[in-house]
């Protein structure tokens, strides 16, 4: 088989784009579980550190109401309106979406696109960096890249957060992956260049929210902008640093713009930066170093 796929990139190419299909399916329990778990996880702390704070006396052993078990895997995934469980059959990538019509098969409830979306735009993206990289082991470290980008734009447009266990996890994958760079590889790239991008990632963030929270008296962005850009660092390296901020700001301002203008969007209500730095940091993960030499060029 793995002779195969190395020999037949069609054949490579189809297969990670069917089990990418599968991955979106998951990342899709990802996008909608995760900040609900961070948000009880929450208020179970500040339960405890205000219990702690006014002096209550502990709960008596065998008195306490276990919550039910809610995680990635727990409970299985139903329909938020009637709350029947999904089945298998129900539970295709984007084909069960076609076949039900976008409608529950119980109470007839519309189902949100943003499944099948987030399905098939991680598919397509994994065929794409199947397709630039081909059979090698760095097209697995491209694809947990694309994957994890892909979580993260959904979970900061629908709650402008990006959590922790989904950006430190992935710079700490990219610094390990930069152990396994050699000379003649796409990717990672050296232990150095991955040490710095990381480094200069997280601080060239934190230097403009601070001039601009001392400029304004407000914050600009979160902290979670900054674990994202150092992640991206990690994983493609100090030199790409400037185009993924050049790529972000630009598609950034761009959108902001039209929201206010086509929408009347409020210029008070923030938006959220995670999503431009994902775009961002995947084009330059794919043509970052065709773009660095198209713009050099040019300045001879």
């Known amino acids: 088989m793995i002779e195969l796929f190395a020999t037949s990139v069609p054949l490579f190419i189809s297969t990670v784009f069917v089990l990418s299909l599968l991955v979106g399916s998951f990342l899709n329990v990802v996008i909608h579980r995760l900040p609900i778990m961070m948000e009880r996880e929450w208020k179970a702390q500040a339960v405890e550190i205000l219990g702690a704070a006014s002096g209550s006396p502990p709960v008596a052993p065998g008195s306490e109401v276990t919550p039910p078990k809610y995680n990635l895997m727990v409970p299985r995934s139903g329909c938020p309106h009637c709350g029947a469980e999904i089945t298998a059959l129900q539970n295709i990538p984007v084909l069960s979406y076609l076949a039900l019509k976008g409608r529950c098969r119980g109470c007839r409830a519309p189902i949100s696109a943003r499944y099948p979306i987030v399905e098939l735009s ?53 610094l390990l992956a930069s152990l396994a760079h050699s000379p003649a590889a796409l990717l990672p790239v050296s232990t150095e260049s991955s040490v710095i991008g990381a480094a200069a990632g997280y601080l060239s963030l934190w230097l403009v929210y601070q001039l601009f929270k001392l400029a304004t008296g407000k914050e600009g962005m979160g902290y979670g902008d900054f674990k994202l850009l150092a992640a991206l660092g990690a994983w493609l390296g100090w030199k790409m640093l400037p185009l993924v901020i050049l790529l972000s700001a630009v598609t950034g301002a761009v959108f902001g713009i039209l929201m206010i203008v086509l929408r009347g969007r409020d210029r008070q209500v923030p938006i959220p930066f995670g999503p431009y730095l994902a775009a961002a940091g995947w084009i330059a993960l794919m043509w970052g170093p065709q773009l660095v030499d198209a713009y050099l060029s040019r300045l001879h």
Request: net charge negative.
């Open 122 to 174: 991680t598919a397509v993206l994994s065929a794409l960096v199947a397709w630039k990289f081909g059979f090698s082991p760095f097209t697995a470290g491209a694809l947990v890249l694309t994957w994890m980008l892909v979580a993260m734009t959904c979970i900061d447009i629908d709650h402008q957060v990006l959590p922790d266990s989904l950006t430190i996890p992935l710079m700490w994958l990219g």
